[in-house]
């Protein structure tokens, strides 16, 4: 049974960081395609980053782009993603998602959901 945990969410003051993890189990991590993605309170989910198969390529969404890195460990079935000089506005319930995909694009169609952490910016 494929499954994704994604974990490291909380409270960060602005300016601060926190690195999310997404835990994959259940199918060949090293062949599907892996996206970011989060929805704030009263707003359409947003794909925010994504990471090919083998870390073929990266994508970023403009409102992350140097801010945010994507990054996977294929030997730990893991993907992370560490943000950087956080914002009140990254505020909201990340997401990660899977796909068999060697290259990975930004406002593709996922077919595999985790269960969100929640990720809160705020003095």
């Known amino acids: 049974q494929l499954q994704l945990v994604e974990s490291g969410g909380g409270l960060v003051q602005p300016g601060g960081s926190l690195r999310l993890s997404c835990a994959a189990s259940?199918?060949?991590?090293?062949?599907?395609?892996i996206g970011w993605f989060r929805q704030a309170p009263g707003k359409e989910r947003e794909g925010i980053s994504c990471i090919g198969s083998r870390s073929s390529n990266t994508g970023y969404a403009d409102s992350v782009k140097g801010r945010f890195t994507i990054s996977r460990d294929n030997a730990k079935n893991t993907v992370y993603l560490q943000m950087n000089s956080l914002k009140p506005e990254d505020t909201g319930v990340y997401y990660c998602?899977?796909?068999?995909?060697?290259?990975?694009?930004?406002?593709?169609?996922?077919?595999?959901w985790g269960q969100g952490t929640q990720v809160t910016v705020s003095s």
């Open positions: 998602a899977a796909e068999p995909k060697f290259w990975c694009f930004m406002g593709e169609e996922y077919d595999y």
């Open positions: 259940g199918f060949t991590f090293d062949d599907y395609a």
